[in-house]
């Protein structure tokens, strides 16, 4: 009858070899002999057919079954041979039926059938190797799904007959089924008793396997996994590399063995996924993280609703998730996973096997969503799963430890939230029951010993108990000792016994604990790929002075390794090296040497930047990226000029400010050099507008969609810095010219050839100004009292007057503003204030200056100060304009085209008296204000303009039209509200007539003929609190979509006061000659000129600062 476990040959042939064997056992009556070989051959068919059809398996499955037993029961006792082929044959029918449809009685049943057909083989008869490997496949299979102690020990005993049969001969045709079971038994063995050398032995056993099963076997594809997963799980033992991709390779092999259709495709893929996952954590490479993400969605699409394995697909594609959430921060792929793992649980109902394993999962991933976002109710739902899991694996159960110390996990998490003494001393007690569940030698022995060190060096943080302590660090020595060199974990189990001696230092000033920590770490440095936490650490010691072990030296050294650390997330290796910088800050004893080293070391941090910002990310993504590195530039310029050293502070402060709109312009800048070759530049340029053009906002349920985008972008992104890589090295001359290095100084200082620039910061290291002149000389001028501290105050007292203003009711603050004279005078006196400490000093032999602010002064209004109501007073020395960095500003003269008429010139007119908030308050004189405007250049009196058509006005604008009209306009005048959203300055905007017009929305247009924004709103130029200097408002915006010009607003201002400014100044100015082109320095002029009007009116005793201090020029 041959392998009860054989399949037809010719698959495609199933239905006609199925109608053959139905026809021949149609002419043979019921009690001929010969239908017994007949009908074995025909459940054959109808297993395989169950495999390809999921639509009638179960029906194919059932008549198999039923065929076997009526067969079975008419076979002759004296023939047991035959007894043992249907024996077999029906057993696997109720294991496939199992897998198929999940009840347990199918299982034990396939058990129950192999054990018969195993007592009636003889020792040395053939068959009895495969009911052995039948019967031991049964036994896994329920061992994995049910954890009952006694399978395992059976099929420890079937083990000792399996490696009696191995002794058969090379050549016999029934051996690698005997070597196959024996391998198996020998891994389960390892899972549980943690012997290497029962591990190595199966390895080699699986060689021999593959080596039995060639390719064009029918069992090669299942010999690859095998051997691949002892692999994998030798590699998560001792760490060679050369086993993790060796097992990479099998496994990938074995999928092209399972094409589409195959029955054992989705479990090849699942195996793949995990090997992939192993190699991200161990090499950060983002391909196999995403890699893996696809391979467990196609294998959760091959288990639909109902199919008996789509819980364990679920808990696996919910697991990549959560690995990737935790290397890249997307919220959204951790709220992917808890919605995985809410349908996983729901398919695991009280009885079921994998319930507690769901359980477990779910509770880890609220755990850590807690961690978070700090909603309580995540971790006391993950709490209350996680009892509820260990009540379903009580004592003797395999997983009750790594309930335990789930459990104890969220205990202790809520012990530091809530304080709860009982919640540490449960969790200490939880952790002590695991270890005793793995003793030595118990592979998962070292986690148990780290988790419960930690647990008591917390308690020890909270009573100061030494013992506790003491303990921890007797727990970590241990979990070293079974992690020694060459281990993938020893590199962890240094770091975490490193963090522990350094609590005993902090608290008992023990040097030879010190000494210890510091050996520790070095010994951790040594390993391959190796930076961990304790190195961190190790910074903070080399620059505490009160240590034999200060060296602010080796503490920029050690920086320089860690920043260069290829496995590291960017962004936090970025916030931690700016935090640890930042004590450079309070060394007041620093000489030059060391100095100019933390110049240097800053400035790889600002290298970083772009990186952890990559062209691949969204605009939101990238400019979180970059929030922890915020300070890094002004920094770095201010060790620089406490240097003296002008250009490389200069240089490094357009680096690593405005990063966000760098990459973004970056997008939008396309590669033309007659030098590089022209299939390059079509590569680049193909890759920048797929980059620049955001995909269709996709459905948030729509999340594998919303991956593969993401893993494209990534793609593409990592492409195109190898080809921008390759230019700058084989066109480095061409590369300069395009900006594809970053900018020098001899280049920036070219933005100030139409007047100097004042370039102002503020830090704990240098507060001043740096003045680059015309001719491209600079000053440094010390400004001492405009220390950081100051300068907070001065803007919470300003923002206080501002918003008291703002209090008093509308009608008190009609014509031009006037407000209570104690209001008015406090404006006075910050503005003075700010004019004998900042703006005094800096303001000789300037008559036109581009005020370059950063950091705090980012928010400080310097172009008002002044000696007010009648003394002297900035606007008396010279016309103030910004600019958020030198590079945006030459870039904006770079594109400017000087031969736009000004007669020709598209305007958009846009008012919004109503918004389409609720809460936003009617905006009184915007209608007046667009209709005032367009009267001026197309009334009578007599028009600047003669053709009028050129003037489009939009009453009760909304986004759509606003958007068409701007597509070939080259003024804008908008007079609306508008809102900066602190924290999320994405989504600032113009609220319109139909609704929120947000900067993401508005950067994705790009506006060639674009010269001159007005924008008569709120808020325009404020900027966020917390990323000053990446310049994120809407009048950065305007700049980047292509307006040279834009008036813009630094807060709140009163609506009656846009008529007022507007005051035909600024287009009477633009106007002068209509036939001429449009001129950018005439803007600057005008609205100074405005503002004077203002400002110098009669009754400007009264006119409160506030009114017309916002209004700002930035640009050309």
Partial sequence: MGNPNSQPADHVHIEVAMTLYQSALDLLPADNPAR?????????????????????????????????????????????????????IIAHCHRARFELCGDRDDLDGAIHLHCEALDLSQPRNPLRAHVLTGLTTALSIRYEKYKDHADFEWIVALRAESAALVHWPLGHQHRSAIVDNLAVALQARFGQVGDRADLDSAITLHREVLELRPAGHPHHSSSLGNLAGALLTRFEQLGDRADLDSAITLLREALELRPAGHPDRSSSLSNLAVALLTRFTQLGDRADLDSAVTLLREALELYPAGHPDRSSSLNNLAGALQTRFEQLGDRADLDSAITLLREALELCPAGHPDRSSSLNNLAGALHTRFEQLGDRADLDSAITLHREALELRPAGHPDRSSSLSNLAGALRTRFEQLGDRADLDSAITLLREALELRPARHPDRSSSLGN??????????????????????????????????????????????????????????????????????????????????????????????ETSHYSPREALDLLTHLLHNPLAVVQHTLGQAVSKLARFSEIGDLNKSTQQRVVEVYSEVISLMPRAAYLGLSPKQRLQSVTDAEPAAIMAASHALALHDIPTAIELLEQGRAVFWQQATRLRTPLVSSQIPLFKQNEINQLLHSLDNQPILLSPQDRRSIEQEEAKRWRQSQRLEELLKEVRRQFEAEAKEHSLFPPEYPSLIQAAKKGPIVVLLSTPVFSGAVIIKQGGASDLVHLPEAKPSWLDAWIQSWDKYVESARALPRDARAAYMAGPKDISDSQHELLEELWDKVALPVIQALSLAKVCPTGIFSHIPMHAAGVYPSGPCCSDYFISSYT?????????????????????????????????????????????????????????????????????????????????????????????????????????????????????????????????????????????????????????????????????????????????????????????????????????????????????????????????APFIHIGV
Avoid at 486 to 507: I, Q
Avoid at 531 to 538: A, E, F, K, M, Q
Avoid at 956 to 968: F, I, R
């Fill in 884 to 1108: 958020s960095t030198l590079t945006t500003l030459l870039k904006s003269r770079d594109s400017f085209q000087h031969s736009l008429p000004t007669h020709t010139a598209k305007v958009v007119l846009a008012a919004v008296p109503h918004a389409a908030y609720s809460r936003a308050s009617q905006i009184p004189g915007t209608t007046e204000e667009i209709h005032a405007i367009h009267d001026l250049l197309c009334g009578k009196q007599p028009p600047l303009l003669q053709d009028t058509s050129r003037v489009v006005v939009l009453h009760d604008a909304d986004s759509t039209a606003l958007k068409e009209q701007l597509n070939d306009a080259a003024i804008l005048h908008l007079a609306s509200h508008g809102v900066q959203m602190q924290g999320h300055p994405l989504q600032s905007g113009f609220l319109m007539a139909d609704r929120m017009l947000t900067m993401e929305e508005l950067m994705k247009l790009s506006l060639p003929n674009a010269f001159l924004a007005i924008l008569s709103a709120c808020q325009t130029a404020t900027g966020d609190i917390r990323q000053a200097d990446q310049a994120v408002h809407l009048a950065a915006t305007m700049q980047f979509l292509g307006f040279k010009s834009v008036v813009a607003t630094m807060w709140y201002v009163y609506f009656c006061t846009g008529m007022t400014l507007s005051d035909f100044t600024l287009y009477q100015h633009l106007y002068k000659d209509p036939s001429k082109p449009l001129d950018p320095d005439l803007v600057a002029i005008a609205l100074d000129e405005a503002v004077e009007k203002l400002r110098t009116s009669p009754n400007s005793k009264e006119i409160l600062p506030s009114t017309w």
């Fill in 36 to 88: 017994a070989p007949l009908i074995h051959r025909l459940i054959q068919v109808l297993k395989a057919r169950s495999a390809q059809s999921g639509d009638r398996a179960a029906e194919d499955l059932d008549r198999a079954i039923q065929l076997g037993y009526e067969t079975f029961f008419l076979l002759p006792n004296g023939d047991p041979d035959s007894r043992v082929h249907f024996l077999s």
């Fill in 452 to 545: 419960l060190a930690l647990a008591l060096r917390t308690r020890f943080e909270q009573l100061g108990d030494r013992a506790d302590l003491d303990s921890a660090i007797t727990l970590h020595r241990e979990a070293l000792e079974l992690h020694p060199a060459g281990h993938p974990d020893h590199g962890a189990s240094l770091s975490n016994l490193a963090a522990c001696v350094l609590y005993r230092w902090h608290h008992f000033r023990d040097d030879a604990a010190l000494d210890e920590f510091i050996a520790l770490c070095e010994r951790a440095a040594i390993i391959s790929h190796g930076t961990y936490s304790c190195h961190w650490s190790l910074v903070s010691i080399r620059l505490d002075p």
